[in-house]
């Protein structure tokens, strides 16, 4: 998976954040992925999750984090075409601002996220991919349901939008050009979270949606427009600090 590069400059919004509250968490998820082209081959398959993240929010509300995730289908993506394998990866480094109290957290994030799509046929090593950079926004509240010294029971959400500027890159042996385009990136999700003291787990329903617009003229073509997603169940391991 490779994912561009951003800017060390943006590293400064976790350096503010010293001494505030600091989560720490590991997912995996499973689920199907999701290819179509239109007016041209679509597919799913089976597909593994791997996301990292590190939040801090200080007491005065704000704070910043980054997190990386990595997504990646079975080899059988186009069924009975040829071995095509997707793998989709983002990284989002941004600011944090949380309103809520104690249990109740009510976080809104802005930031610049990187993604990129890569089709690769796994017979002939030819790809496709689709590099993005552009401004994201999230929410994810946390409303506890059930609360005591040692634990406590909450639901949790995720309402997470993005676009960017998309470069596409096509390696292969008959056509090797670049294109450009658009991106909107649109992530749901719900699910449960049990806090223990100074850990957590949360398991839940996450809906990671790619649209890519169709492309500009390169070499006489384009590339015609691009829809991918993510359906299925992450379970996350926390700690703070």
């Known amino acids: ?33 999701g290819v179509s082209f239109d007016g041209g081959d679509s597919g799913s398959t089976n597909a593994a999750l791997f996301e990292l993240a590190l939040e801090s929010v200080s ?8 997190r990386l995730r990595g997504t990646a289908s079975g080899d059988d993506l186009f069924d009975g075409v040829e071995q095509v394998q997707a793998s989709d990866g983002l ?18 994030r802005f930031g610049l996220a990187s993604n990129v799509l890569s089709l690769e046929s796994q017979i002939t090593g030819e790809s496709i991919t689709f590099a993005s950079t552009g401004p994201r926004l999230e929410f994810a509240p946390q409303f506890p349901l059930t609360r005591s010294d040692e634990f406590s029971l909450a639901a ?4 997470g939008i993005g676009t960017g500027f998309t470069s596409i890159e096509v390696d292969s042996s008959v056509l090797v050009n670049d294109w450009t385009t ?11 979270r049990a806090d223990c003291k100074s850990v957590y787990l949360d398991l839940g329903f996450r809906y990671l949606a790619s649209n890519y617009s169709e492309s500009d003229v390169s070499g006489g073509l384009v590339i015609r427009a691009l829809d ?14």
Request: overall charge negative; charged content about 10%.
């Open 228 to 241: 991918a997603d993510f359906t299925g169940l992450v379970l996350s391991f926390g700690a703070k600090f």
């Open 156 to 159: 949790t959400g995720l309402l």
């Open 182 to 192: 658009t991106a909107i990136f649109y992530d749901l999700g719900f699910g449960l």
């Open 59 to 66: 007491a005065s509300h704000f704070g910043g984090g980054a």
């Open 1 to 33: 998976m490779q994912l561009p590069a951003v800017s060390a400059l943006s590293l400064a919004i976790l350096a503010s954040c010293a001494s505030s509250k600091t989560t720490a968490e590991v997912g995996i998820g499973a689920g199907s992925y």
């Open 91 to 108: 990284f989002y480094i941004h600011a944090t601002y949380d309103p809520g109290e104690g249990a109740r957290r009510l976080p809104f």
